[in-house]
């Protein structure tokens, strides 16, 4: 079991930055894979950037390549998710997820969420 539980979100302007942390608990972490996805309102949940816990190799959407970062804390169990020059666009509820770090696999472990909003 893996539970997640996310925080850092808010209103902000367009232009403007924040971090989403993801703290999670349970076993054998390094075996795991971490991912950000987000859903606007009215929208499909879309992928927004994973980290491999062992590695920490990365991998983003192109909606938010080389504006957002993920990045992993070992020592806090803790999975962030670095937002800079937001848009608009942006705005939804974040969701951190975790899977089994194998090929194929999907995420199976969810966060509860946290809302981003910016404004134009």
């Known amino acids: 079991q893996v539970q997640l539980v996310e925080s850092g979100g808010g209103l902000v302007q367009t232009g403007g930055s924040l971090r989403l942390s993801c703290v999670a608990s349970?076993?054998?972490?390094?075996?795991?894979?971490m991912g950000w996805f987000r859903q606007a309102l009215g929208k499909e949940r879309e992928f927004v950037a994973a980290?491999?816990?062992?590695?920490?190799?990365?991998s983003y959407s192109d909606a938010v390549k080389g504006r957002f970062t993920i990045s992993r804390d070992n020592a806090k169990n803790t999975v962030y998710l670095q937002m800079n020059s937001l848009k608009p666009e942006d705005t939804a509820v974040y969701y951190c997820?975790?899977?089994?770090?194998?090929?194929?696999?999907?995420?199976?472990?969810w966060g509860q969420g946290t809302q981003v909003a910016v404004s134009s």
């Open positions: 349970g076993r054998t972490l390094r075996l795991y894979r």
């Open positions: 997820a975790a899977g089994p770090d194998v090929l194929g696999s999907e995420y199976n472990y």
């Open positions: 980290i491999r816990w062992s590695t920490s190799s990365t």
